[in-house]
């Protein structure tokens, strides 16, 4: 009866064999492209490093002034432009300033990736269902499965540093992008997609002035998601090197020091509620002319 | 501005069976598989069946029904936004079922032009952008098109508000939107899928002598879609009634409402102000020889409400009728004109 009360499981040997067998073979896969892998991300690396030069090295308020111009030029709201210019102030005056920045250039990378290649694998499968049965689970496991556990790969492949650091955050970033591109082309109207065809529209024209313009408000929530879950994900990354607001979060969970984090954090938390409100509200904006006025 | 040779549309024995494998099934429909017993035993709809109709150039041909006898599925077919399961659809002689994707897309930017019951506008473009949709698909410039929408936008009575966005406008003015997008393509063809239907009576009258009006000076090949009898016999120089997917009757606004084929149709007819309707040719009786015009005239075509209101008003006791030339064709008095109103069903 022991079969009963213990679950009957593959044999010791075999199973750490099994095991073994896995990682001797990702390893020599990893010994044999390793190199060619990290010279196609290369380019990546060159990006990376010359945007947070750019957020670091230039001179506080000129930054402070492009993100502000910036907050107005999507909300066209003066309280969303304050708040942003009181959690600018308050981060840089507890010294959190280039942290911040490098956090900010990470995202900014990141959220270029995403929507570079989240928004064309979401039109993709707005236009065939069957790449949409394959693609969801694959999203599916990229949001659920535990970051850590495909830190080791990626580590694994290309070492430490900003590059892992970058597809970490991109894969657990990206599936709300992909996902809400998707669902946006899918909903839009279909009398007005059939009005499309019926001027013999080509398929392009139909992609760039119908089916993206009217997806564009639930594609503006997905790039807004990503940057959330992007930022959830800066603390992960600084396991793996990647520099910013993390480092010290970690610094502070490994020795206890209580108010190091609680800074920190808040910092993520302020520069979360920037890019949130005012990507929103630029999301609203573009809004306008959809909903039916009464009267 | 259509093509003085355009050789209008006609359509022949078109069957559509909406389901999987259609085709398989369209010997037995036409061999009497009715609708009913096509759903139950294989699960598939028919949607149209054995649809024969020509409709000349420059002519509105109404297409009536009710909602589910296939009429907006018929429109369809004439762009082939649906596919048929068998039949011809010759526009200008070509027929539509047999041209290959780009031969279609060619076809629906300059041989036809659609207005929709729903607008189907563009929220996100202006009204003057909505107008041009047609002619950025062509790939005309801005400029010239421009021009073209805003001489459109004019004659639909939509000067000025060529930065509005459709939903600062009513329903009225969206669909006057929707029909200079559809005449700025200048088509031989324009399809009107219950164009109308959508809006309030008032507003429907009006766009009906909008496009009436426009009619007379462009003289398209329109196909209008409606399920309102009363539009059909204003609109129709010929009307075709649907059914189930079969067309009952085809003919005049004359021949629907003086000789209606069924029941069915008689029906309907019931309802229908036949004063405004029914022309005087239909019940006057011939002049003798000789016969003088005196007192009141009207012209051949004229409704029984036109004659009926000179003599209300006039002391005349009977009205002739006379060909545009003046030459008296035929007389009607009071109790004729009444016995014509009064539906005899």
Redesign the interface.
Known sequence: MDWFFNFPHMDDDALRNLKKFIDESFRAFTRAYGDAIEGFFSPLQTFLIYSERFMTKTPWPIITLIILAIAWAGSRNLKIVAGCLFSLLAIGYFDMWDDTMRTISMIFVCTILSIAIGIPIGIMMSRSDRLQRIVNPVLDVMQTMPSFVYLIPVVMLLGIGKVPGLIAVVIYAIPPMIRLTNLGIRLV?K??L?????????SW?KLV??QL??A?PTIMAGINQCIMMALAMVVIASMIGVQGLGQPVLKAIANQYFTLGIFNGLAIVGIAIIFDRVSQSYGQRLQK?????HG | MADQRFDGIKIRNLYKIFGPNGAAHVEAVRNGLSKTELNEKFGLVLGLKDINIEMPAGCIQVIMGLSGSGKSTLIRHINRLIDPTSGEVLVNGVDVVRMNESELRDFRRHQTAMVFQKFALLPHRNVLENTVYGLDVQKISRAKSTEIAMQWLERVGLKGFEKKYPNQLSGGMQQRVGLARALSNDAPVLLMDEAYSALDPLIRMDMQSVLLGLQKEIKKTIVFITHDLDEALRLGDQIAILRDGEVIQQGTSQDIVLRPADDYIANFVKEVNRGRVIHVDAVMSPVAAGHAVNGATVMSGSSIDDAMKLLAHGSATDVTITDPAGKPLGTVDLKCLAAAVVSSH
């Open positions: 109207d009398d007005v059939e009005a499309a065809d019926a001027f013999g529209s080509s024209q002035w119908v313009p009217l564009l002319h959809r909903e039916i006025i």
